[in-house]
């Protein structure tokens, strides 16, 4: 019969116990009395052979073991001795058995041997006991309740978290998966997982958009910013020569936009360059016959005519192009005043008395006189006279009787007259019309009229040569000087021609493009300019056209671009400006993975979803995704106690498992735990953001079950400070030791680089003095008067921090001996710099920014002549000294210095005694005496026509002044010490 589990169970443990107590003793008789003694019915609970029949052998129990199907229910066959059980006493059967060892034969997993009163009974292995489940992917099996109980899952994990590994048949399998990773570089994002890899992502963009520097990725490190030293573009079209410091691109020297043309206002905008707009001064177009002249349209014209009129009769006035006013000696009638003349006439630019007035009364016995203011007067004479007949003489008078004498000679010695004796008249003078000599070699023909030698038709001097000025010298005849005036060379194909030693020189060459690609441009010299159409390739400016051509002139448009990159996670569009651009867009997609849900589009790309869950809820299945077919459940031939280690207190019945989940946890937030049938516990790499606990890094991500985390630029843009970094704190930055080198002309003070250095322009140099006090000392600074916001670039300039109490800003500098600074020149009313590399104190010409930027209440003139340098202080507030002068109108300052305070500016300077006019823009009209900033004197009581001045700008070419002396003192027509001039250099300061 067979036994119940139970009753098995407990009799195996009765027999372990009992051979615990009698020190595992191996006799069966032993171990039999210890059965019986536990059971207290061993006959109950033993299976014997009845008498006659034949023993169970060990193959036979070994049957009987298996009939139990290997489940919970366990048979023990008792084997007996040969004979019946009644034959208990018969001492001839032979004993199967003495000890356990004595038993042979095969006993299957988890059974064991024992020997119970000479026979070979088959129980239960000890639980622990090693076995074999016969599964592959189980190791360590070990038994427990006469059933061979499945170890731990084989490992299967390859280290590569871009497989999902599994166990099947006894075989590892590792299935490639697509999940995020990383690649552990640096220099790449969007890491996946490809053909059991990681493959890198997209490159990551290393881009700081410096132009000084050099942009890298170092995988280890990731974006790498290297410093560049040398040229550069600051996008600022208002510099040139920009170039690299300290990994900054700092400005150039500002470009030159002085078109040398006063009638255009000259600026510069930052994206457009030099801009030149049209304005409405007053100005000077070189033509001394024309007054008011005002800038229209671009250009100097003048608005009427000069009025040459010199008050004098005795004069023709006329203006010349080359000299200005001219007066020419005429021989009009005319009055000289006087009672005693008769038949006035101009010679010599004066009024020449006429023939004396006739005060004759006919007695020669009287003296005929006249008196200028009353006319004749007749009184009695002694004198030679006339009897009566005027064709005597030497008649004498007595009592005003006139005795007759010699015959008298009428000849006056006048060409000009036809001299004769008349008995009536006695001598008689007649004009007559012969030609004569006016003494004028600028006269031709001259005829006599009037007793007088009056002047012919002028001499013809006009030679046809535009390019002279005709002129004629009373004395010397004709001149004919070479001009520069406009004039036309005959040829289409060239503009703004201009006499050059006096032949018509050709100008600039005139630009036929018409900025059309389909035009031939030509020029023909008779014809001018030409623009014909052609039929050549072009480019009409659209991206999304190719093959453009020319048609009637026009750039038409060729075959539309295809756009189209084949990526369903991108939107293909044609900017005409930059072509075909692939857009990404969010859509459901499908990355062709069965094992991901809800894949969708990012980044252009299609990214894998949630992970499938394959799991039909049967613990005693395992579940699998493939990406070649997905989820598939693979039955396992254990119970569900057989390997599955994802639950515990498993009750498999029919196929299906009920017990409780075990909890997987490894304490890593980088790794995703699961529980895996096979394996039990599982963790794989996540990508997840996290937290790696320095404050040093951002954009901390995980990979490879590590967070890491970005290091942060610890970089504050300042070189007077330590960039660290503290992994609790985060950035800090400490400041370097004072008087550290800076920027250009700066060092450290205190964690900040020295006002007035590259690095922090100062607003002026009375800002920089008010900062640093007493330390602040004269040299060349930058300046930044509008700001770092402000659309004018720093600039340097000298930096004046003793006179008149410092925080004088240097403006320019002007060298009298050259006419860079003369009066009319642009430099005065343009916001162009000159010499900007040359800011500062010394000797060269120069005109800094702060020129036009730079508001002030107080400016400063300075002016050195040989060794000796004076300065004095105006008191005025602009906006800037260009506001000032721009629009070339005088303006005075209050107070004013004073005739002696200028004269003082420059020793042995010499000035006419009156006017004396001081201010900005002095000026009258050419040519005479003019300065931008300075007095004007002149020897009249007025300031209509002043031939000195003092100061810097000067201007004027009258009375014989230097018109390129520009900076100094000059006098002409009386100057209080004598016509000369001194010529110095010259500087402006504001504050």
Not at 104 to 119: D, V
Not at 470 to 475: A, I, K, L
Not at 580 to 606: E, H, I, K, M, Y
Not at 881 to 907: E, I, Q
Request: glycine share 12%; aromatic share 4%.
């Amino acid at each position: 019969m067979h036994v119940s589990s139970r009753t098995c169970d407990r009799l195996f443990f009765a027999i372990v116990a009992s051979c615990a107590i009698a020190a595992c003793a191996d006799d069966a008789s032993v171990i039999g009395e210890a059965a019986t003694n536990a059971t207290g019915v061993a006959d109950s609970s033993a299976e014997v052979t009845s008498a006659g029949s034949a023993p169970d052998t060990p193959a036979t129990a070994e049957a009987h073991a298996a009939d139990t199907g290997g489940g919970t229910e366990v048979a023990i066959d008792a084997v007996a001795t040969a004979g019946d059980a009644g034959d208990s006493g018969d001492s001839a059967a032979k004993p199967q058995c003495v000890v356990a060892a004595d038993c042979t034969g095969a006993t299957g997993a988890c059974h064991m041997w024992a020997c119970n009163a000479g026979s070979c009974v088959l129980g239960a292995s000890f639980d622990g006991t090693p076995c074999d489940d016969a599964n592959a992917c189980t190791g360590g099996d070990a038994c427990k309740g006469a059933v061979c109980m499945p170890g731990a899952v084989s490992p299967c994990d390859d280290g590569t978290g871009c497989t999902d590994d599994s166990c099947s048949g006894g075989k590892c399998i590792h299935t490639p998966n697509k999940v995020q990773c990383s690649d552990g570089s640096a220099c790449t994002t969007g890491d996946t997982c490809q053909d059991g890899n990681c493959t890198g992502g997209a490159s990551v963009a290393c881009a700081d958009g410096k132009p000084c520097t050099t942009d890298s990725c170092e995988p280890g490190k990731g974006c790498v910013f290297n410093v560049l030293a040398g040229a550069c573009d600051d996008n600022n079209a208002c510099t040139a020569g920009d170039g690299c410091q300290d990994g900054v691109c700092l400005p150039g020297a500002p470009t030159n936009c002085d078109d040398s043309n006063l009638c255009t206002l000259d600026s510069c905008d930052v994206k457009l360059g030099c801009t030149h707009s049209n304005n409405s001064l007053q100005c000077s177009d070189n033509n001394p016959c024309t007054t008011g002249d005002t800038c229209s349209d671009g250009a100097c014209a003048g608005s009427a005519k000069l009025a040459c009129d010199d008050g004098n009769l005795c004069t023709d006035d006329s203006c010349d192009v080359a000299k200005g006013c001219a007066s020419l000696p005429n021989t009009a009638t005319c009055s000289d005043s006087n009672a005693c003349t008769v038949g006035d006439a101009c010679g010599g630019s004066q009024c020449k008395p006429g023939a004396s007035l006739g005060c004759d009364d006919g007695n020669p016995c009287t003296s005929d006189s006249c008196d200028p203011q009353a006319g004749c007067v007749n009184a009695a004479n002694s004198l030679p006279c006339s009897d009566g007949d005027p064709c005597t003489d030497g008649d004498v008078c007595a009592a005003k009787v006139c005795s007759p004498g010699a015959a008298k000679a009428c000849g006056d010695g006048n060409l000009c007259t036809d001299d004769s004796c008349d008995k009536l008249k006695g001598c008689v003078q007649l004009p007559n019309g012969a030609t004569c000599d006016d003494n004028n070699v600028c006269t031709q023909a001259d005829v006599c009229k009037g007793g007088n030698c009056v002047p012919g038709v002028p001499s013809a001097c006009d030679d046809g040569n535009p390019c002279t000025s005709e002129t004629c010298d009373p004395g010397q005849g004709c001149k004919n000087v070479a001009n520069t005036l406009s004039c036309d060379d005959k040829d289409a194909c060239t503009t703004g021609d201009t006499c050059k030693d006096g032949q018509c020189g050709a100008g600039k060459a005139v630009n036929c493009s018409d900025g059309n690609a389909c035009s031939d441009d030509s020029c023909d010299k008779a014809g001018g300019c030409k623009n014909a159409a052609n039929t050549g390739e072009c480019s009409d400016g659209n991206a999304c056209t190719s093959t453009d051509t020319c048609k009637d002139s026009t750039c038409v448009g060729g075959v539309p671009a295809k756009c189209d990159d084949g990526n369903p996670c991108t939107v293909d569009v044609c900017n005409p400006v930059s072509g075909c651009v692939a857009l990404p867009f969010a859509l459901p997609c499908s990355d062709d993975n069965p094992c991901t849900l809800n894949d969708t589009c990012s980044g252009g790309a299609c990214q894998p979803g949630k992970p499938q869950v394959c799991d039909d809820g049967n613990v005693c299945t395992q579940d699998v995704c493939f990406s070649a077919n997905g989820c598939v459940s693979m039955p396992n031939q254990d119970t569900c106690t057989d390997g599955n280690t994802c639950t515990n207190q498993d009750a498999c019945d029919g196929g299906k498992c009920a017990g409780k989940a075990v909890v997987c946890n490894d304490g890593n937030f980088c790794t995703t735990d699961y529980c895996s049938a096979d394996a039990g516990c599982q963790a794989i790499f996540n990508t997840l953001p996290c937290d790696d606990g320095s404050a040093c890094t951002s954009s901390d991500v995980c990979g490879q079950a590590i967070c890491k985390g970005t290091t942060i630029a610890c970089d504050d843009g300042n070189p007077c400070t330590m960039d660290t970094c503290d992994k609790g704190k985060g950035c800090a930055y400490p400041a370097v030791g004072d008087n550290t080198p800076c920027g250009l002309a700066g060092i450290c003070v205190s964690g900040q680089c020295s006002v007035g250095s590259s690095l922090n322009p100062a607003p002026s140099c009375l800002a920089i003095l008010q900062t640093l006090g007493k330390a602040a000392k004269d040299g060349v600074y930058f300046l930044d008067p509008d700001g770092a916001k402000g659309s004018e670039p720093p600039f340097q300039a000298a930096c004046d921090m003793v006179s008149d109490g410092g925080g004088w800003t240097l403006v320019l500098k002007a060298d009298g001996n050259t006419a860079n600074f003369v009066y009319d020149s642009a430099l005065w009313t343009n916001k162009l710099a000159f010499n900007p590399d040359k800011p500062g104190m010394d000797a060269s010409e120069a005109k800094l920014g702060s020129f036009w930027t730079l508001p002030f209440t107080q400016l400063r003139v300075g002016i050195k002549t040989g060794d000796v340098v004076n300065g004095q202080t105006i008191d005025y507030k602009a906006s800037s000294l260009y506001a000032v002068l721009v629009d070339g109108l005088y303006k005075s300052w209050t107070p004013a210095l004073g005739r002696s305070t200028w004269k003082a500016l420059v020793p042995k300077s010499t000035l006419q005694a009156n006017c004396n006019r001081e201010g900005f823009n002095n000026f009258v009209q050419a040519p005479w005496a003019s300065v931008r900033i300075g007095i004007i004197a002149n020897e009249q009581n007025d300031c209509g026509t002043p031939d000195s001045r003092l100061g810097i700008g000067m201007g004027g070419s009258v009375c014989g002044l230097d018109p390129t002396s520009s900076v100094g003192t000059g006098a002409g027509c009386g100057g209080d010490l004598g016509d000369y001039g001194i010529k110095g250099f010259g500087w402006v300061w504001v504050r």
